[in-house]
């Protein structure tokens, strides 16, 4: 790589390279090619392409972005496809995808020279160059889709201006520019066409396992439902297995979208009902619907799910998720949320999920359980807050209790929040000590809810405690937001997909009730206001009358940090283990992971303050 | 620079340079001190050497270093004299003088070539070496006193194994390496003979103010004050100014210590009585003796003061401080704080403070004012905090009142706590938001409490708010530690040198107390233990009885960042300004200074993860 480096670099100090030059630079980027090509096949699998990863950009797929990432050299490799190139283009990452304060490259002409530069946003959009460039450009050509960029980044360059690429959700930002400027301080993002596109950018880099020689496909999906005019519909849909359909093994699923419906299709999950239900009558509409069939409510054990964003979802080699046979309800319930904000009429949809299932049992059969917080009032957030953390535990009690002597392994994890989420993080402890883990997203967004397959297999043992952290910013409401079952109420929770199955379903916790009652009781003493603490009035109501001072805030983040708990260590059909399950100590830890820093790449900086002038023939061409 | 650090290199890879090389070196190295020379002579007044600031850092003065400041390059430049030199030296700093964690310069040898190096040792004193060689080695030689080491550093390099030189105090370790070592890593600090010294070594660029002709000097000093064989004494002394002594000003004053009593003698203070006070009985002795005269009490204006470390200091051009003629009294006190640990006998001491005065007076009288907090147990720090912020303010209200309209200017700061303060920063605000620091120390020590001159005067208007927070470190306490006037009690104060003098002597706060006898019982109820909240039980023995959880913990702190404060904003002899100074609102800030982020040097990294051989005629020579 760094021989093309000093290439560019020379590029750069010359800036009309002789055809010498530029036939040298082909010549160099064949290489690099090559090199691209040998990182890629470093996996366990070969993917087939150099760039396996591929998403548009904006809705009119005029950037398309492919990537490659080598774990080895801790570095991205960038594909970016500019179908209609004007006067430049704008590409990079930011918090939550915002165009300010972004990490940024630039491709822009001055109307005579085109130039590729690592830059960022200010808190005012107003772009600058980096003084040290950690976009590489190993490449820029024309091809008959359009112009094509190369260029990496190391994931971490220890340049405070730049974004560190994590784990979890990116936030991709892209701009297009329609005339020449005369230097990149010239440019700000507000005024530009401009757009983002959230994307996990650190695949796992695990083999995709092959699927069983008999493997049939079975597809759950509404039929000709016509999607509502309003923002919001959960549509609910029963469909049923063949009569006498035997216990057979789900080894991979994929999402099917009807056409045209890309935008509109939110997320879907394929539901059993429990086992006790014998028929349930034929339904196809808004879940609220008054005609839904009441016992649907009994259909809530998860087989499939599938959200905005998210590819087919494959099971380990020895990993199955048993459906069908006796002791299991024939009966399925499809959820599909439609998001439909801009209320367009007469959409029909047949979306749903495709079913790969084996007769061949494998030799686990794959468990999902719920981790983090109860859905209750208790646990709140209080207004104004930017980053409140709320905090739910699977206590040690509840694993010894329910796990077998040698443990489970979590595979995959769906983090899910309601609108004010915006990091969620579940860590294991072991002894006190945090060990591991299991999945964080420090860039979460409730709209990109993956499951995602995890790196690697986190074992679970008798005895552990999972503690599952969300982050919420609540900055923009004026009263406390309850936690609940409402999209304007919150939750925090962890759907970890494990082998082999247990009888555990959710295991989750709330603070001691009591404690609320006291600490609603002292908001009273220390405002000298009523607050009413009668026990007839509800906790929301209780909140939404506590005055947000500092103290108030800390207080109640204090006592979430130190009230016992409530926990609910549940088989499925929420019935509990047998036990005491309140009035329980939160677990201590005395020892916690260290944050991830990123690891500084040995050699950076290769042409400070100084963008590559870039030969792409001429960009209005 | 970068020629010479090219040389360096070239000289690394040819382990054994030819004489022409050395030859060269020895040129660039003298270009190197024409640089420093240049350098050093950008500041205002030229200071007497390259290296104007100097220090032993051993008891023995086996090590002495000596570095210039450039604040252009934010660079120190040290040169390093190791009288005695064995097999090695290491030279660096850590957050708090601790060998461990610490950014290191090694000089060792594997017996056969001498190497030079940037390292770090770890959390158990294990040295590597680091990625990134930011210690650049400019000379090494062989002089009559000693081998000489110059080398430069950047204040920040952006490597996170890097200390970052900051204002304040920097705690300088070393150590001494009494045999060849085959590697660096083969070094562990906790074998090796090392120690500490504290110091500023970011001494501020100013000039040193010209005195005048008339300038007079009067010594103030105990004669043969037989020192006690006990750690701590106070000893107070009387003395007169002479009969009719008019009006003057203190321009400047400095130390004398009584030669072999630098160790004992660890900071000293001069007193002037109060204007009531026409006569004192004559006293020499312990400042809690029986003997000593009741009045000395009212001998509290402090004239002048010294702490171990600091050197002379002198007022600005304009400014002097007032003493002697009409409506002062005649009578001083010398107050000397001698530190005795090995209980040391027979020792006598005659240390005080020369202060250097001029009949003609200067424009402006200085005057010194005590920011922070009240000598209260009301402000507590919970056991076992390893950094517990307390807060006090300045309000708006007390700089309206008091201040002159064209506002103060503060040209020194002397920071002050007992044993477990770890940090002292005061900040000014003015409508709400920070706007500048006026003192601030992130490695404070109490045992190194210099009165500092600022680099930058500090113009302080009416209604302005000066905040003064100290972080504390009570990690090996099993009690509360509570504001007061003992050793093992606490303070947080900031004296401020400042002109023109006005009559606030003291702007200080403290938490209203009913909300303390509130916290009480909160804590009552929430532990369901019995804390006596009885008002006939001092503060300190209820929070002697507080269990310290994380709750009660986190409501403090909470507390304190929401309950009213009671001012003191005071003239001299403790009478209060007229006004409502109880039940204060907490000065609300709604925008914050930013932390300060070391600036990365533009060029780094010249040879990553290699030591620099070094030529110096051989180690055992």
């Known amino acids: 790589m760094s021989q093309w480096g000093g290439r560019a670099h020379r590029a750069m100090q010359v800036p009309s390279p002789s055809m010498r030059e530029v036939a040298s630079m082909y010549g160099t980027a064949v290489a690099v090619f090559l090199v691209i090509l040998v990182a890629a096949l470093q996996g366990s699998a070969p993917p087939k392409s150099p760039f396996p990863y591929r998403i548009p950009l904006?809705?009119?797929?005029?950037?398309?972005?492919?990537?490659?990432?080598?774990?080895?050299?801790?570095t991205i490799y960038f594909q970016l496809l500019v179908r209609e190139f004007k006067a430049g283009v704008l590409f990079g990452m930011s918090d939550r995808g915002e165009l300010e304060n972004a990490d940024l490259v630039v491709l822009w002409t001055d109307g005579v020279k085109d130039y590729f530069g690592d830059a960022w946003s200010d808190e005012r959009g107003q772009i600058h160059l980096d003084p040290q460039q950690d976009y590489q450009l190993l490449q820029a050509r024309r091809t008959p889709e359009g112009l094509c960029l190369l260029f990496k980044r190391p994931f971490g360059t220890c340049d405070p201006k730049d974004y560190f690429i994590e784990d979890g959700t990116v936030h991709l930002v892209y701009g297009f520019l329609e005339e020449p400027f005369r230097s990149l301080e010239a440019i700000n993002t507000s005024g530009l066409q401009t757009g983002l596109q959230r994307v996990q950018l650190l695949k796992p880099d695990i083999s995709v396992p092959a699927l069983p020689l008999d493997v049939r496909t079975m597809e759950i999906r509404a039929q000709d439902a016509l999607i509502p005019d309003k923002e919001t519909t959960y549509w609910c849909h029963v469909t049923e297995l063949p009569a006498g359909f035997s216990r057979h093994h789900i080894v991979m699923y994929e999402p099917i979208i009807t056409k045209g419906n890309e935008a509109l299709v939110h997320h879907m999950e394929v539901f059993q009902c429990a086992p006790q239900i014998e028929s349930v009558p034929p339904f196809s509409g808004p879940c609220d619907s008054k005609m839904k069939p009441d016992r649907l409510k009994y259909c809530r054990h998860v087989l499939a799910a599938w959200a905005l964003g998210a590819k087919a979802f494959y099971y380990p080699e020895e990993v199955g998720l048993a459906f069908g046979g006796p002791g299991s309800s024939r009966f399925l319930r499809l959820e599909v949320h439609y998001h439909n904000p801009e209320n367009i009429q007469g959409r029909n949809d047949s979306s749903g999920i495709r079913l790969y299932y084996t007769a061949t049992l494998?030799?686990?059969?794959?468990?999902?359980?719920?981790?983090?917080?109860?859905?209750?009032?208790?646990?709140?957030?209080?207004?104004?807050?930017?980053?409140?953390?709320?905090?739910?535990?699977?206590?040690?009690?509840?694993?010894?209790l329910t796990l077998p002597p040698s443990g489970i392994h979590i595979f995959a994890s769906q983090l899910h929040t309601h609108l004010t989420g915006r990091k969620v993080v579940t860590v294991l402890a072991r002894d006190g000590r945090e060990k591991e883990i299991v999945n964080r997203d420090d860039h979460y967004s409730p709209h990109f809810q993956e499951i995602r397959m995890l790196k690697k297999i986190v074992s679970v043992q008798r005895g552990d405690v999972l503690i599952t952290s969300c982050t919420y910013d609540t900055g923009d409401k004026k009263l406390a937001t309850v936690g609940g079952y409402g999209i304007n109420e919150e939750m925090c929770v962890n759907?970890?997909?494990?082998?082999?199955?247990?009888?555990?379903?959710?295991c989750k916790s709330t603070m001691e009730p009591g404690f609320l009652q006291m600490y609603f009781h002292t908001v009273n003493r220390f405002s000298g206001e009523e607050v009413c603490?009668?026990?007839?009035?509800?906790?929301?109501?209780?909140?939404?009358?506590?005055?947000?001072?500092?103290?108030?805030?800390?207080?109640?983040?204090?006592?979430?940090?130190f009230a016992p708990i409530s926990m609910h260590c549940n088989k499925s059909s929420a019935v509990s283990f047998e036990g005491e399950w309140n009035w329980q100590p939160l677990p201590k830890i005395i020892s916690k992971l260290k944050?991830?820093?990123?690891?500084?790449?040995?050699?950076?900086?290769?042409?400070?303050?100084?963008?590559?002038?870039?030969?792409?023939?001429?960009?209005?061409?």
């Open 495 to 506: 759907y970890v997909h494990y082998y082999p199955q247990t009888q555990l379903e959710l």
């Open 533 to 561: 603490t009668c026990p007839q009035v509800s906790v929301p109501e209780r909140f939404a009358s506590v005055p947000w001072n500092s103290f108030n805030r800390d207080m109640l983040k204090a006592l979430y940090g």
């Open 362 to 400: 494998r030799r686990y059969d794959a468990g999902i359980m719920e981790l983090g917080l109860v859905y209750t009032p208790v646990m709140a957030i209080p207004p104004r807050e930017t980053a409140f953390v709320l905090t739910g535990y699977c206590t040690d009690k509840c694993t010894n």
């Open 58 to 74: 904006d809705p009119k797929k005029s950037l398309e972005l492919s990537w490659n990432v080598s774990y080895t050299q801790e």
């Open 595 to 621: 944050e991830p820093t990123p690891r500084c790449p040995a050699s950076r900086g290769q042409s400070p303050a100084n963008p590559t002038v870039v030969s792409i023939g001429g960009s209005k061409s």
